[in-house]
């Protein structure tokens, strides 16, 4: 199959990074990027997934928003740890916001809805990578503050499960040293398995 290599490559190479730099993506390149998380599997089809997109002039007051949040859920936080979200929010080219459309009645368990989002988040941080760009997925208590939710437009049944910041990766990207697969694979033979990665 052609770019079969190509595409493993792309997986295999990705790394998380905060070192990021204007620009971020934009237009169709950022809708396409974005796509790819409809891609994820999505028993029921319950369609979980809303992403809101905070970049250019925006940034500055959605970092007042998200410290405004991290006072109500932590009225001793210190003022130094304040000063560095709302400065990374601002400075940021893009943060996305990973929105999560909640249905704890449905007949497809929470759980599974929350794994779809999980799973289109890597979708987008994988599509990202293949665009030349770089992400990393952060979070915090404060992305369950029911004020907070609100000022974005989430609704009551509508959860965060986190932000990536995004943008071009300054320099190289730190390459980051996996373990090896081996470590937490196991072929079932009949007998229960043991995995290297917990002995």
């Not at 290599?5 to 974005?34: C, F, H, W, Y």
């Not at 970092?63 to 990374?88: G, H, N, Q, W």
């Not at 249905?103 to 989002?117: G, L, S, T």
């Not at 071009?168 to 196991?186: C, F, M, N, Q, W």
């Amino acid at each position: 199959m052609p770019g079969k290599n190509k595409a493993m490559e792309v997986l295999l190479s990705r790394t998380s990074t905060d070192r990021l730099d204007a620009p971020a993506p934009k237009g169709s390149v950022l809708m396409q990027i974005l796509s790819t998380s409809l891609r994820a599997p999505d028993h029921g089809r319950m369609r979980p997934w809303r992403f809101i997109t905070v970049a250019g002039k925006h940034r500055a007051a959605f970092a007042e928003l998200l410290v405004a949040a991290m006072r109500r859920t932590d009225p001793e936080v210190k003022s130094a740890k304040l000063e560095k979200k709302r400065a990374r929010y601002a400075e940021v080219p893009m943060t996305i916001i990973l929105g999560m459309d909640l249905h704890p009645n449905a007949k497809i368990p929470v759980d599974e809805q929350v794994m779809a989002v999980a799973a289109g988040a890597m979708n987008v941080l994988n599509a990202l990578h293949a665009e030349g760009f770089g992400g990393m997925w952060v979070s915090g208590a404060f992305q369950n503050d029911e004020i907070f939710r609100e000022k974005l437009g989430l609704t009551r049944h509508q959860k965060i499960a986190g932000f990536l910041q995004v943008g071009t990766v300054e320099g190289r990207a730190s390459e980051t040293k996996r373990p090896d697969i081996d470590l937490y694979h196991a072929r079932w033979k009949g007998d229960p398995v043991a995995f290297g990665a917990d002995k």
